[in-house]
């Protein structure tokens, strides 16, 4: 399968804590090997409430579909071929 | 001084090539001594001319006055305090 790396970002998170960020991160991982996805990262702003996470996926439906399911779906989606 | 982890994010690189990227983030790289700034890493979508970057700064403005002298503005810069 060739993996693809994609940027997420996630909206409306206002007030996420080191805790809650930990949990929905690891709810993702829990769940992603049925997508084939690899959530590496995630960054996030709780003023802004902005959530950024990095993964390796087969394709962008497959990390949208992890995050659905998880409760927190991304609001947009994108392949990042290039990284420095 | 006190550090703060920014991600930010730039528009309209529609095109651009591993090359280019590499070039932009080091020319970041040559003068953010300048303002005690360190990029640390940047991902890019050629298709949507979207741009990524993580760094660690006193501020925001001191991102943003590196980025502008590069040539390459962001168009949003955010503190990330959590990180997983």
Sequence with gaps: MVMVRFMDVHT???GITEEALKAAHQA????????GVDFQKAWADPDSGKV??????PNADAV???????GHPAVEVYPVPLEV
């Design 12 to 14: 409306g998170m206002q």
């Design 28 to 35: 993702d991982v829990d769940i992603q090997a049925d997508e």
């Design 64 to 70: 949208r579909r992890i995050h659905e399911r998880t």
């Design 52 to 57: 950024w996470c990095v993964s390796e996926a």
